[in-house]
């Protein structure tokens, strides 16, 4: 059984041997094919759609409707749009979150945030290569608890990101018109 985090582009000089114990949780973000945003207090109510629906795809919305509810505070029928088409490309693809990796503190030191590692752990059937989302170093347990994952941002904040890109790209088009 292998219980490997390594860091990226290095060799085994470089591997990190995880913690005995330790409960890996791998997280995925669903794949969706249809994505509405709503307007919040719009009035008329603003909804705009993105739907992936190319023939013989496995993620086709007639064959498999996966379907997500965004709502944002503001914008109008443009910026909802592009709120969808985002976030329905987003959501193509399962992105893994993995978090319960702990190393011994004087290793994770040695990592930073944003840094790409390498994880390896056959239990999880885990072998690919991460950004590192989250670490906590715990002087008293003389542990740090790594969480890598493939989203660009937190799961939790996703949609609060898609707003602020369409808010900014609606900006920049207003900008560009004067």
């Not at 060799?11 to 995925?28: D, E, P, Y």
Request: with cysteine.
């Amino acid at each position: 059984m292998s219980l490997l985090l390594l860091f990226a582009g290095g060799g085994q000089g470089n591997a990190i041997r995880l913690l005995s114990g330790c409960q890996i949780k791998v997280s995925a973000l669903d794949a969706a094919n249809k994505v509405f945003c709503v307007v919040q207090g719009s009035s008329p109510l603003v909804v705009e759609d993105a739907t992936f629906d190319t023939a013989g795809q496995p993620l086709r919305y007639s064959i498999t409707p996966r379907e997500v509810v965004i709502i944002i505070p503001e914008g109008d029928a443009t910026t909802a749009q592009q709120v969808a088409d985002a976030q329905l490309a987003f959501r193509q693809a399962k992105r893994h979150y993995i978090s319960g990796l702990r190393v011994p503190i004087e290793s994770g030191m040695l990592i930073t945030r944003a840094n790409l590692l390498q994880v390896q752990h056959e239990l999880a059937g885990i072998n690919a290569s991460y950004p590192v989302r989250r670490i906590v170093h715990d002087f008293k347990t003389q542990e740090t608890s790594i969480e890598v994952g493939d989203y660009s941002i937190s799961p939790q904040d996703q949609d609060g990101l898609f707003f602020a890109l369409a808010k900014a790209v609606s900006q920049m088009k207003k900008e560009a018109a004067i």
